[in-house]
C-alpha cells in the first residue's frame, strides 16, 4: 500500500485527511495496527521548540532620501551584518548588545542580544537603527538614526543556517566546579544533568533516514509557513544508530527560512544562558506525509525507544575526547532523575515539551482545515555524510 503527495493533498483539500500528531499516533498503530493505519492515516505532525543558536534574519529597511549605503547598522544597539547590500542587513541570534561585558566578569549576564531583538520585532515593539556609511555619490548619506517595527520593514525573512538537531547530548559537569553552557548551568560534581530534545515529538527522530523531510518541505516555523532550504550546517548523518536507525548523538541538521511578519510572538523568544551568550527559542512543525506502512512505523518511535549520550561539559565535550559517561533513553529522562556513577542525579531539559505538543496539535489544525498543504521535497538529505573537523596548521610560507 502506497499514496503519493498528490492523493494526500487532495484528501486535505477537500477535508477528508486523518492528521495524528507524534503523540497520537502511537496509540492509534497500536490499536488498529500497522497496516490497517497506514491505510487509514495520512499526515502525522511532528514538532519541536527549544533554543537554537544557528538562526537570524535577513532585514531590508528600504531607501532613506537622501539614500545612504549602510556599512555599520546596530538595533537596538546589536551589531547586524551589513556586507550585503545598501539597505539589507543580517542580524544573527547569538550576537552582543555593544560593549557587554561578556564574561570579561564571569559568568557574564548576557541579558540582551540578537535573539531578544528578533523576539521584539515578531512581538511588534519599536526599534532603533542606527547606521553608519563612508558616503558615496549615489549613496551621498553617511549617518542615520531612526525608530521602526516588522510593518516598516519591505521584508523580514527568517534564515536559519541550522535547526531541529536530530538528536543530541545530555550534559553533565564531572569537575570541581559549576561550569556555565549552552545546556545551561551545570553543577560540580555531576550534581545536576540536562538535555535539549522533543524526543519522540521531534521531526528527524520521526524521519530518521530522512525519506519525507528534505529540501523544498514545506514546514510551520513559528506560525508562518516556512521550508527547509538545504541541510543544514554541520548535518552528520554517518553516526551510530540504534537498531531503528534513530541516531544516539547529534547528526542530521535542518536549514529553514520563514516570513517573520507572520509568525506568532510565543514561538519566537530570545534566550539568556548565564556565563555562555544569548541565542533564541524557536518553535517549528513539520508534517510527516505517510505515505507508506514503513514511514508510518518510523513515526511511532516512542521517548522509551530514543537513547542519548551523556558527555561530561568541563572536560571531554571541550576537548573533543569522544568519552561517553552513560546513555539514556527519554523516558528516563523526561522523568527527572536518572542513576549515575552510583547516585541520583536530577535532570531538566532546555526543550519545552508542551509548547511541541502545541505546536503539533496547531499544525495539525491548519492541514485539517485544507490551509496547510505537503510538498515533496526536492532533493534529499546526505544519508551518508560525516563531518570534518577545523585542522589548526601554522602560517603558509
Given at each position: 500500500?502506497?499514496?503519493?503527495?498528490?492523493e494526500?493533498?487532495q484528501?486535505i483539500?477537500?477535508?477528508?485527511?486523518?492528521?495524528?500528531?507524534?503523540?497520537e499516533?502511537?496509540?492509534?498503530?497500536?490499536?488498529r495496527?500497522?497496516?490497517?493505519?497506514?491505510?487509514?492515516?495520512?499526515?502525522?505532525?511532528?514538532?519541536?521548540?527549544?533554543?537554537?543558536c544557528?538562526?537570524?534574519c535577513?532585514?531590508?529597511?528600504g531607501?532613506?532620501?537622501?539614500k545612504?549605503r549602510?556599512?555599520?547598522?546596530?538595533?537596538?544597539?546589536?551589531?547586524a551584518?551589513?556586507?550585503?547590500a545598501a539597505?539589507?542587513?543580517?542580524?544573527?541570534?547569538?550576537?552582543?548588545?555593544?560593549?557587554?561585558?561578556?564574561?570579561?566578569?564571569?559568568?557574564?549576564?548576557?541579558?540582551?542580544?540578537?535573539?531578544?531583538?528578533?523576539e521584539e520585532?515578531?512581538?511588534?515593539?519599536?526599534l532603533?537603527?542606527?547606521g553608519l556609511?563612508?558616503?558615496?555619490d549615489?549613496?551621498?548619506?553617511?549617518?542615520i538614526r531612526?525608530?521602526?517595527?516588522?510593518?516598516?520593514?519591505?521584508?523580514?525573512?527568517?534564515?536559519?543556517?541550522?535547526?531541529?538537531y536530530?538528536?543530541?547530548?545530555?550534559?553533565?559537569?564531572?569537575?570541581?566546579r559549576r561550569?556555565y553552557?549552552?545546556?545551561g548551568?551545570?553543577?560540580?560534581?555531576?550534581?545536576?544533568?540536562?538535555?535539549?530534545s522533543?524526543g519522540q515529538?521531534s521531526?528527524?527522530?520521526?524521519?530518521?533516514?530522512y525519506?519525507?523531510?528534505?529540501?523544498?518541505?514545506?514546514?510551520?516555523?513559528?506560525?508562518?509557513?516556512?521550508m527547509?532550504?538545504?541541510?543544514?550546517?554541520?548535518?552528520?548523518?554517518?553516526?551510530?544508530?540504534?537498531?531503528?536507525?534513530?541516531?544516539v548523538?547529534?547528526?542530521?541538521?535542518?536549514?529553514l527560512?520563514?516570513?517573520?511578519?507572520?509568525?506568532?510572538?510565543?514561538?519566537?523568544?530570545?534566550?539568556?544562558?548565564?556565563?555562555?551568550g544569548?541565542?533564541?527559542?524557536?518553535?517549528?512543525?513539520i508534517?510527516?506525509p505517510?505515505?507508506?506502512p514503513e514511514?508510518?512505523r518510523?513515526?511511532t518511535?516512542?521517548?522509551?525507544?530514543?537513547?542519548a549520550?551523556?558527555?561530561?561539559?568541563?572536560?571531554?565535550?571541550?576537548q573533543?575526547?569522544?568519552?561517553?559517561?552513560?546513555?539514556?533513553?527519554?523516558?528516563?529522562?523526561?522523568s527527572?532523575?536518572?542513576?549515575?556513577?552510583?547516585?541520583?542525579?536530577?535532570?531538566t531539559?532546555?526543550?519545552?515539551?508542551?509548547?511541541?505538543?502545541k505546536i503539533?496539535?496547531l499544525?495539525?489544525?491548519?492541514i485539517?482545515?485544507?490551509?496547510?498543504?505537503?510538498?515533496?521535497?526536492?532533493?534529499?538529505?546526505?544519508?551518508?555524510?560525516?563531518?570534518?573537523?577545523?585542522n589548526?596548521?601554522?602560517?603558509?610560507?
Amino acid at each position: 500500500m502506497t499514496k503519493t503527495y498528490a492523493e494526500i493533498n487532495q484528501k486535505i483539500e477537500s477535508g477528508k485527511a486523518v492528521v495524528l500528531t507524534a503523540e497520537e499516533v502511537i496509540d492509534y498503530v497500536d490499536k488498529r495496527g500497522l497496516e490497517a493505519a497506514a491505510k487509514e492515516v495520512d499526515v502525522v505532525t511532528t514538532a519541536t521548540f527549544g533554543p537554537m543558536c544557528s538562526s537570524g534574519c535577513f532585514l531590508n529597511f528600504g531607501h532613506s532620501t537622501p539614500k545612504m549605503r549602510i556599512s555599520e547598522a546596530w538595533i537596538n544597539d546589536v551589531q547586524a551584518y551589513c556586507g550585503i547590500a545598501a539597505v539589507d542587513v543580517y542580524l544573527g541570534a547569538t550576537q552582543l548588545r555593544q560593549n557587554d561585558p561578556a564574561n570579561m566578569y564571569h559568568p557574564g549576564e548576557f541579558r540582551y542580544g540578537g535573539g531578544h531583538v528578533i523576539e521584539e520585532l515578531v512581538a511588534g515593539k519599536k526599534l532603533q537603527l542606527f547606521g553608519l556609511s563612508y558616503g558615496t555619490d549615489d549613496y551621498p548619506r553617511r549617518e542615520i538614526r531612526t525608530l521602526f517595527d516588522l510593518n516598516d520593514l519591505n521584508q523580514a525573512i527568517m534564515v536559519n543556517p541550522r535547526n531541529c538537531y536530530q538528536n543530541y547530548n545530555v550534559a553533565v559537569n564531572a569537575s570541581d566546579r559549576r561550569i556555565y553552557t549552552y545546556l545551561g548551568i551545570l553543577k560540580a560534581r555531576m550534581r545536576n544533568m540536562t538535555y535539549c530534545s522533543a524526543g519522540q515529538l521531534s521531526p528527524l527522530l520521526n524521519d530518521p533516514y530522512y525519506e519525507t523531510i528534505g529540501v523544498g518541505t514545506s514546514i510551520w516555523l513559528a506560525g508562518a509557513r516556512g521550508m527547509v532550504y538545504s541541510q543544514g550546517t554541520q548535518h552528520c548523518s554517518l553516526v551510530e544508530r540504534g537498531d531503528n536507525g534513530v541516531p544516539v548523538e547529534g547528526s542530521g541538521t535542518l536549514a529553514l527560512t520563514g516570513n517573520m511578519k507572520e509568525m506568532l510572538p510565543e514561538f519566537v523568544r530570545g534566550t539568556s544562558f548565564k556565563g555562555y551568550g544569548v541565542s533564541l527559542a524557536l518553535g517549528v512543525g513539520i508534517p510527516i506525509p505517510i505515505l507508506n506502512p514503513e514511514i508510518l512505523r518510523r513515526t511511532t518511535v516512542r521517548d522509551r525507544d530514543i537513547i542519548a549520550c551523556v558527555v561530561d561539559y568541563s572536560s571531554d565535550y571541550p576537548q573533543k575526547t569522544g568519552n561517553i559517561l552513560g546513555r539514556y533513553n527519554y523516558e528516563q529522562l523526561r522523568s527527572g532523575e536518572v542513576e549515575l556513577g552510583g547516585k541520583k542525579v536530577p535532570v531538566t531539559s532546555l526543550s519545552s515539551y508542551n509548547k511541541a505538543l502545541k505546536i503539533c496539535n496547531l499544525l495539525k489544525a491548519e492541514i485539517e482545515a485544507g490551509r496547510f498543504l505537503l510538498s515533496a521535497p526536492s532533493q534529499r538529505l546526505p544519508l551518508n555524510q560525516g563531518m570534518h573537523s577545523l585542522n589548526i596548521t601554522g602560517p603558509a610560507r
